[in-house]
C-alpha cells in the first residue's frame, strides 16, 4: 500500500512553468506504475501523463506532449511531472495516482488501473 501526497501547485502566467512532486509513502514504491490525472471545473478527470514502475517507458496525453515530462526517483519514492510552456487550458486539479496496470498500454491511461490517490493540487494558469 502506497499514500500518494502531492505539493508544488500553484499560479502561474501562461508560458511558464511549474514542478509538481508527489511523495507515496510505503516501502513497495518501487513496484508501482505512477500517474498524473488532471480535473479541470466543469469536466472529468482525465490523464495526463504516467510511466511505469522503472520510469523507463512513460506514457502522455496528447494535449500535454512536449511540454509535461514525468520522471521518478524511486530512492526518494517520489514521481515528478515537470510542466512547461503552461496554457491557461491546463487549469485543473491535479492528481498523482499509484497502480499495477497490466502491460498493456491503454492500462496506462485507464483510471481505474490505479488504486491508490492523492488529494490533489490546484494548479492555475493564468492569460
Known amino acids: 500500500q502506497v499514500l500518494p501526497v502531492e505539493s508544488g501547485g500553484g499560479l502561474v502566467q501562461a508560458g511558464g512553468s511549474l514542478r509538481l512532486s508527489c511523495a507515496a509513502s510505503?516501502?513497495?514504491?518501487?513496484?508501482?506504475?505512477m500517474g498524473w490525472f488532471r480535473q479541470a471545473p466543469g469536466k472529468e478527470r482525465e490523464f495526463v501523463s504516467a510511466?511505469?514502475?522503472?520510469?523507463?517507458?512513460?506514457f502522455y496525453a496528447n494535449s500535454v506532449k512536449g511540454r509535461f515530462t514525468i520522471s521518478r526517483d524511486n530512492a526518494k519514492n517520489t514521481v515528478y511531472l515537470q510542466m512547461n510552456s503552461l496554457k491557461p487550458e491546463d487549469t485543473a486539479v491535479y492528481y498523482c495516482?499509484?497502480?499495477?496496470?497490466?502491460?498493456?498500454?491503454?492500462?496506462?491511461?485507464?483510471?481505474?488501473?490505479?488504486?491508490?490517490w492523492s488529494q490533489g493540487t490546484q494548479v492555475t494558469v493564468s492569460s
Open positions: 510511466l511505469n514502475w522503472s520510469g523507463e517507458n512513460t
Open positions: 510505503g516501502r513497495t514504491f518501487s513496484s508501482y506504475a
Open positions: 495516482a499509484a497502480g499495477r496496470p497490466s502491460g498493456r498500454e491503454r492500462d496506462y491511461y485507464t483510471q481505474n488501473k490505479y488504486n491508490y
